[in-house]
Structure formats: C-alpha cells, structure tokens
C-alpha cells in the first residue's frame, strides 16, 4: 500500500503534521491521570504492571471515571498487590471480590480472570512469553486468538467469554488491543510502559473504538462502517503508511480529536 496523496481532501504531507501535533498534545503524563492507564502506573514491577493493566483494559467500557473507580475497587480487593495476589491467593481471599460489578463484568467474571492469570503466568512464565511465542512478522492479532483460547481452558461459565474478545472472529478487540499498546509501545513520554522487548510497537493495532473510528473516517483514513476486525486490519494498513515503526501513537491523536474536541462536530 502506498501513501495517498490525500485523504478526504486533506493533502497526506498536512494530515500528518495534524496527527502529530495532537500526538504530542494528548501523548504526555497529563494525559494519565484521568484514563484506565493511571491503574497500572501505580507500579513499578512488571508482573503488577501487566494484570492491573489487564485487568483496567478488561473493564474498559463505559465512562472514564466509572472504569477508573472500579478498576480502584478490584486492585484494593487483592490487596494492592495484584501479582501476588493471583499467583498467592487461597479460597477464602476470594470472597473478598464477592459483589463486585462493572456494567455485565461480574464477581464470577473477575474470578475466572484470576484463576486464568495464575494459569498463564505458571503455564507461560509470563504474558509477555505468551504473547511472543504467538506473534506474526506483522500481526499481534493471531497472539490474541490464542491467548483467549488458552485463557479460557480454566473452569469458566460461557458468559465470560464475552469479556475477552477474539479478532479471529471478527472483533475489534479494543480492550486488549489497548492492552498491548500499553505493553509494548516505547515511549519516551511516560504514557505507555514499553516494559516487553520481545514484540515490535509496529505490528501492534489500533484499539479501535467508537470515537476514534468516527474521526478516522472524518479523516478519511478509515472506510469500512463498522468497528470489527476488518476495520482493524484497514487502519492499521493506512496509520502503518504514516509511521511504519510506531502507528498506534496516532491512538492518542485519533481519541484526543474524538473525546475531548469532539472533532466529528466540527
């Protein structure tokens, strides 16, 4: 794929240096305190890094705030200490997550979630080997179909297979996809952590959401209507054009025109 000389009348050389200003403008530590990622910035070891973001990203839908305060109420409930919590925890530690509720993620959801952690880590030595061995020369995507499959074969109810999604068939997979920018995006700002070495910043996807596929499209870097995979699999084509070493900085530029200037209004 080649760079247009326009998009949506707007010449390729200009929409970059507007999709770079507004990277430097919402890519900054101002940036944290009022989104999901202030969660994992709570720590410093990686392994605590990892599941508060996990789980933060997990529960990514709805309000920014609400998702903040509840992301709060799973950290205190294991303690503060994620990592030691799922790797340590006993039966009765468990009940302490009893009536937990974000929006349909539930006290039996969050359960699952932890037993598939400890899992994972144990199974896996680590998220970020999980994700490595499953990785493609270009892709993220295929890691992610495979995480959810080796997630899930944990005792769990049916329900919360809706809670992790899958690209493979046909969702955008914006929460994890969000994830594993937090993971793997170098940064020299502070936002995204960049703590696993092992996986490019240029294969990762864009967290594709309501906001930021409605100002793609505005722009003219997005066509298909629906947010699923293969708008994904659009986007990434184009942002990859304009940055081919770190397109999903352009998230930043793509929620900021979208949440705070409203930019389809304009």
Known sequence: MSLKRSYNGIPAGELILFLEEKVRLYNRPAFIELDPISIPHRYSKKEDIEIAGFLAAAISWGNRISIINSAKRIIKMMG???YDFVMNHREEHLKRVDGFVHRTFNSTDLLTFIVALKHLY????GL???FTQYQTTDSIQPAIHHFKKEFFTVP???RTRKHLPDPLTGSAAKKINMFLRWMIRKDNAGVDFGIWENISPSILSCPLDVHSGIVA?????????QNDAKAVQELDGVLRQLDC??????????FGLGVFE???CI
């Open 156 to 158: 769990h109810l049916e």
């Open 122 to 125: 144990e199974k896996s030595k």
């Open 262 to 264: 409203k930019y389809w």
């Open 217 to 225: 499209r505005k722009l003219g870097l997005l066509k298909r209507k």
């Open 128 to 130: 970020e080997n999980f």
């Open 245 to 254: 070493q770190d397109p999903v900085k352009y998230d930043f530029a793509l």
């Open 80 to 82: 503060n200490s994620p």
